[in-house]
């Protein structure tokens, strides 16, 4: 299991694009750290991500580990060393992942990794949709009770605005 040379935080750069080929890269570079940190993971995904077969990553016990992996995962460097990685986060890295698997293998895979990749239509109601709902369901859930565990505010929305009396 290698390291890629884009571990360090990303770079802080108001071009959009730019930002997001950097998550999609970070988003792969995390499942190669995954995939090197336990036997279970080295199990459910032998090959690195550019040499996974497609039968390796269309299984929800793949996206299942990988997500309790970017649950578990501290941030490294830059503000937020230390902490976990955020519910967004955390749901877009799942995103980009599963995206670029798409990406990759949905036109040329064959009909059941093609059902796999219906779990990205969110108005779908196939089972690999509602795995795939469920399992943001416990990610939301997790970083939600973690947060009340250590007593971070949760409701980050402005106050209500002060009352007005009348007359």
Same mark, same amino acid.
């Given at each position: &299991? ?10 802080? *750069? #108001?071009?959009?694009?730019t930002n997001h080929e950097q998550s999609k890269r970070r988003s792969i570079d995390l499942v190669e750290e995954w995939r090197c940190s336990s036997d279970e993971a080295r199990a459910l995904c032998p090959s690195s991500w550019k040499g996974s077969p497609a039968h ?10 990988? +997500? ?20 967004? #986060? ?16 949905? +036109? ?10 219906? &779990? @990205?239509?969110?108005?779908?109601? #196939?089972?690999? *949709?509602?795995? @795939?709902?469920? @399992? ?20 980050? *929305? ?10």
């Amino acid at each position: &299991c290698g390291r890629s040379a884009d571990d360090g935080p990303m770079s802080e *750069s #108001t071009d959009t694009k730019t930002n997001h080929e950097q998550s999609k890269r970070r988003s792969i570079d995390l499942v190669e750290e995954w995939r090197c940190s336990s036997d279970e993971a080295r199990a459910l995904c032998p090959s690195s991500w550019k040499g996974s077969p497609a039968h390796d990553i269309f299984r929800p016990a793949f996206v299942d580990s990988f +997500a309790d992996f970017l649950l578990m995962y501290f941030s490294k460097g830059g503000k937020n060393d230390g902490y976990h990685l955020a519910l967004g #986060t955390v749901l877009d890295y799942l995103g980009l992942v599963l995206n670029q698997a798409s990406d990759r293998f949905k +036109a040329t895979g064959s009909h059941s990794e093609k059902l796999f990749f219906t &779990c @990205l239509e969110s108005k779908s109601n #196939t089972d690999a *949709s509602k795995w @795939l709902r469920k @399992l943001k369901g416990r990610v939301v859930r997790t970083c939600y009770s973690r947060a009340k565990e250590a007593g971070e505010e949760m409701d980050l *929305s402005a106050p209500p605005p002060p009352s007005r009396g009348h007359g």
